[in-house]
């Protein structure tokens, strides 16, 4: 398939200090340059997909940071900022009396001909969320299908560009969006409202949006397809799966509710006689995930796979990859289930992310308690992260993105190896299941059937805030109370009888 890579690199260089600037032009790899890196005090320095390259002997310096912020737009809430005309971002640190102490510039490049992997999907006319980690080209292959959308398929494309990342900065969009149109946000928190506005007052065939992350935002997607309007974008996460056990953006793909059969019916299904059903029509028809540039998963029909997960049943994408001859080729994936963590001497290991933590001593923990488990330096390969007190309080963007991905997080107090060893016995104690949706809503039925038969009070295991809700929901379906209690991510739900203080 041709592509065609345009990425006005001189604008760029010619904001920089000519110091800096100079190494970058005299290098023949300059058209794989990812970013530049300002911090004041450090060398500066140009980064590469597999390296980084020192351009000075000489630290950065006031004068350099003012002589780049000079020649670029001013900087908005998000701390970001660009060069008209361009796609590339400038994005601020700032020390705490708010001044600019280091820049991250960010070479952003349109690339023509992205979309041949999913391109009849992009003309079937229905919404399409695309999903995948920081770097696969999301925000490329949506600023694509825009452009191939207004220009080839001649539709009314509205691209809603809350940080300038789609069409680039300035008032005058970039080329690579073709005749879309594009409306900017002033400030992320209002991008829900421009979503709207965009429906009501400019009459679009086609909505574009990079990076649903609020409940705001999911509802105003919902709203604008329940309208009849064609929706593209992104999500956080980096699977289909993630969205289901994300309260926020569950409603993407159609929300989650319990639902509670008759004696006959449950045995009739063969099931407990609380189940899961999808709420609502997702709003997106189907779900991209984009592993790289070459390689993605598509599933085509997003409330059947839904309705398959709070089944228990394992789903399998269509896998579409680029050959040595760009043509398309696809294939069915494999139905695998999820592996569950292994209690000691069990076969499957379980990985651990340690975030802030000595790794020796986890190390030592995890081979003196007989854990089948390994340590690896990717959050994402991780089934737990482990973390310190201190580093969860703070809440640094590790942590967000692995709650954000349903990864079970572990604190603990101090760098002690007997708390290490503590909480590795609670994860390997812990009843993984495959589906966390069916394990919960069992463990609250027995648990309102011991109160039912008794009991004062039940405590359940701890589940994040969208299971908590539905196992309140289910006890107050019995007539039962319940209440949160503890902190994250320890934090479950009791339930008890109405007579019972809890």
Same mark, same amino acid.
């Given at each position: 398939?041709?592509? %065609?890579?345009?990425?006005? $690199?001189?604008?760029?260089?010619?904001?920089?200090?000519?110091?800096?600037?100079?190494?970058?032009?005299?290098?023949?790899?300059?058209?794989?340059?990812?970013?530049?890196?300002?911090?004041?005090?450090?060398?500066?320095?140009?980064?590469?997909?597999?390296?980084?390259? #020192?351009?000075?002997?000489?630290?950065?310096?006031?004068?350099?940071?003012?002589?780049?912020?000079?020649?670029?737009?001013?900087?908005?809430?998000?701390?970001?900022?660009?060069?008209?005309?361009?796609?590339?971002?400038?994005?601020?640190? %700032?020390?705490?009396?708010?001044?600019?102490?280091?820049?991250?510039?960010?070479?952003?490049?349109?690339?023509?001909? #992205?979309?041949?992997?999913?391109?009849?999907?992009?003309?079937?006319?229905?919404?399409?969320?695309?999903?995948? +980690?920081?770097?696969?080209?999301?925000?490329?292959?949506? %600023?694509?299908?825009?452009?191939?959308?207004?220009?080839?398929?001649?539709?009314?494309?509205?691209?809603?560009?809350?940080?300038?990342?789609?069409?680039?900065?300035?008032?005058?969009?970039?080329?690579?969006?073709?005749?879309?149109?594009?409306?900017?946000?002033?400030?992320?928190? $209002?991008?829900?409202?421009?979503?709207?506005?965009?429906?009501?007052?400019?009459?679009?065939?086609?909505?574009?949006?990079?990076?649903? +992350?609020?409940?705001?935002?999911?509802?105003?997607?919902?709203?604008?397809?329940?309208?009849?309007?064609?929706?593209?974008?992104?999500?956080?996460?980096?699977?289909?799966?993630?969205?289901?056990?994300?309260?926020?953006?569950?409603?993407?793909? +159609?929300?989650?509710? #319990?639902?509670?059969?008759?004696?006959?019916?449950?045995?009739?299904?063969?099931?407990?006689?609380?189940?899961?059903?999808?709420?609502?029509?997702? #709003?997106?028809?189907?779900?991209?995930?984009?592993?790289?540039?070459?390689?993605?998963?598509?599933?085509?029909?997003?409330?059947?796979?839904?309705?398959?997960?709070?089944?228990?049943?394992?789903?399998?994408?269509?896998?579409?990859?680029?050959?040595?001859?760009?043509?398309?080729? %696809?294939?069915?994936?494999?139905?695998?289930?999820?592996?569950?963590?292994?209690?000691?001497?069990?076969?499957?290991?379980?990985?651990?992310?340690?975030?802030?933590?000595?790794?020796?001593?986890?190390?030592?923990?995890?081979?003196?308690?007989?854990?089948?488990?390994?340590?690896?330096?990717?959050?994402?390969?991780?089934?737990?992260?482990?973390?310190?007190?201190?580093?969860?309080?703070?809440?640094?963007?590790?942590?967000?993105?692995?709650?954000?991905?349903?990864?079970?997080?572990?604190?603990?107090?101090?760098?002690?190896?007997?708390?290490?060893?503590?909480?590795?016995?609670?994860?390997?104690?812990?009843?993984?299941?495959?589906?966390?949706?069916?394990?919960?809503?069992?463990?609250?039925?027995?648990?309102?059937?011991?109160?039912?038969? +008794?009991?004062?009070?039940?405590?359940?295991?701890?589940?994040?805030?969208?299971?908590?809700?539905?196992?309140?929901?289910?006890?107050?379906?019995?007539?039962?109370?319940?209440?949160?209690?503890?902190?994250?991510?320890?934090?479950?739900?009791?339930?008890?009888?109405?007579?019972?203080?809890?």
């Amino acid at each position: 398939m041709f592509r %065609r890579i345009t990425d006005d $690199l001189d604008a760029l260089l010619d904001r920089l200090p000519p110091r800096i600037a100079e190494p970058i032009r005299e290098r023949e790899d300059r058209s794989e340059l990812l970013e530049v890196v300002m911090d004041l005090g450090r060398l500066p320095e140009a980064r590469y997909a597999d390296h980084e390259v #020192t351009l000075s002997d000489r630290e950065v310096a006031a004068d350099d940071i003012e002589y780049m912020i000079s020649r670029i737009a001013d900087f908005g809430d998000d701390n970001r900022a660009g060069i008209a005309r361009t796609l590339h971002r400038i994005s601020a640190i %700032r020390n705490r009396k708010g001044d600019i102490v280091g820049l991250t510039c960010r070479v952003g490049r349109a690339v023509y001909g #992205t979309i041949g992997l999913i391109e009849d999907l992009v003309e079937s006319g229905k919404s399409i969320l695309l999903m995948g +980690g920081p770097g696969v080209g999301k925000t490329t292959m949506l %600023r694509e299908m825009a452009r191939v959308l207004a220009d080839d398929l001649k539709k009314r494309v509205v691209i809603v560009d809350t940080s300038n990342e789609i069409a680039g900065d300035g008032d005058i969009p970039h080329p690579g969006i073709g005749r879309a149109r594009r409306m900017q946000v002033i400030t992320p928190t $209002l991008q829900h409202a421009v979503m709207i506005e965009a429906v009501e007052n400019h009459m679009p065939e086609v909505i574009v949006i990079d990076e649903i +992350g609020t409940e705001l935002e999911a509802l105003a997607a919902r709203t604008i397809a329940e309208r009849g309007v064609q929706l593209i974008a992104t999500a956080h996460g980096n699977k289909l799966e993630n969205l289901i056990m994300n309260p926020t953006l569950a409603d993407l793909i +159609g929300g989650i509710q #319990t639902v509670t059969l008759g004696d006959e019916e449950a045995r009739r299904r063969g099931t407990q006689k609380s189940i899961l059903e999808r709420k609502a029509p997702p #709003t997106f028809d189907i779900v991209v995930e984009i592993q790289d540039w070459y390689h993605v998963a598509v599933h085509s029909d997003v409330a059947g796979v839904v309705d398959a997960m709070l089944r228990g049943r394992p789903v399998a994408p269509e896998l579409r990859w680029m050959d040595e001859t760009d043509g398309v080729q %696809r294939k069915q994936a494999p139905a695998v289930k999820k592996p569950k963590l292994q209690k000691p001497g069990g076969g499957t290991a379980f990985s651990i992310y340690p975030f802030g933590i000595n790794r020796s001593k986890l190390e030592q923990a995890v081979g003196s308690l007989g854990l089948t488990a390994k340590l690896t330096n990717n959050v994402q390969e991780a089934n737990v992260l482990m973390t310190s007190k201190s580093y969860y309080r703070r809440k640094p963007q590790t942590i967000r993105d692995a709650e954000a991905a349903g990864v079970p997080i572990y604190v603990i107090k101090g760098n002690k190896s007997s708390q290490m060893e503590r909480s590795l016995a609670s994860i390997s104690d812990a009843r993984e299941p495959d589906d966390p949706f069916s394990f919960a809503i069992q463990e609250a039925e027995e648990a309102i059937s011991q109160i039912t038969e +008794g009991k004062p009070a039940v405590e359940l295991s701890p589940q994040n805030s969208y299971l908590r809700m539905l196992q309140h929901q289910l006890a107050q379906r019995y007539n039962l109370k319940s209440q949160s209690i503890g902190r994250e991510p320890r934090r479950r739900v009791q339930i008890f009888n109405s007579e019972s203080n809890g």
